[in-house]
């Protein structure tokens, strides 16, 4: 059976966001990738041991791929965002052109990407390109996958669960968590992305 391993992260020092934060936050991470692996075993032992008699169990097990699956996909999206260091918070590429034009403005994109970030409860605010539709979208997940938009590409993921912030900043102070993850974004990290979804 296919294992899935952790991967690292080149990170530079970041601005507001505490290495004790990062590395708590990438052991949650590791903590995915764990039982992704741990969740494909078990059911491929209850499905040995006897399909049948443990129907129920294999089926509420296969529910929870979602979670841990894109709970370590969705963090392989958010720590490379800021590998390569800090950038303008522009891209002046091809991205912001897209987004200007659905959100009248650069600024008019980051508020609408702040706000569905200030959502209520856990989970990620998502800024993705739908290639079929030809649009962006900014949507919130619920944990890991409740309400992920199928077939997409996705560009920019912010991790808004607490875990992503505690260490720095108190569940009142969301909103400096998302000034903190913007500013240390390297944009060019989420214009290749775009730049890939287009071709
Ligand atoms: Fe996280």
Redesign the pocket.
């Known amino acids: 059976m296919h294992t899935y391993e952790p991967k690292s992260f080149s990170l530079p020092a970041l601005d507001g966001i505490s290495e004790k934060q990062i590395d708590a936050?990438l052991g949650?991470?590791q903590g995915y990738v764990k039982h992704i692996n741990l969740l494909r075993e078990q059911i491929a032992d209850l499905t040995n041991e006897d399909a049948e008699k443990y129907a129920f169990a294999i089926e509420s097990t296969r529910r929870r791929m979602g979670f841990e699956f894109n709970g370590m996909r969705?963090?392989e999206f958010?720590f490379p965002q800021w590998e390569g260091g800090s950038t303008s918070q522009t891209t002046g590429g091809a991205l912001e052109k897209v987004l200007v034009e659905k959100y009248g403005s650069w600024d008019g994109f980051l508020t609408h990407f702040k706000k569905v970030g200030m959502s209520r409860g856990s989970g990620w605010a998502t800024l993705c390109w739908d290639k079929k539709g030809k649009t962006p979208h900014v949507w919130w997940t619920v944990d890991h996958e409740l309400g992920m938009l199928a077939d997409v590409r996705i560009l920019l993921a912010m991790?808004m669960?607490e875990?992503?912030y505690m260490v720095d900043y108190l569940p009142v102070e969301k909103m400096k968590h998302i000034e903190a993850f913007l500013k240390n974004l390297n944009w060019g990290v989420v214009e290749a992305r775009f730049e890939s979804a287009l071709s």
Request: hydrophobic share 40%; glycine share 0%; charged share 10%.
């Open positions: 936050h949650l991470y969705m963090h958010y991790d669960w875990h992503a």
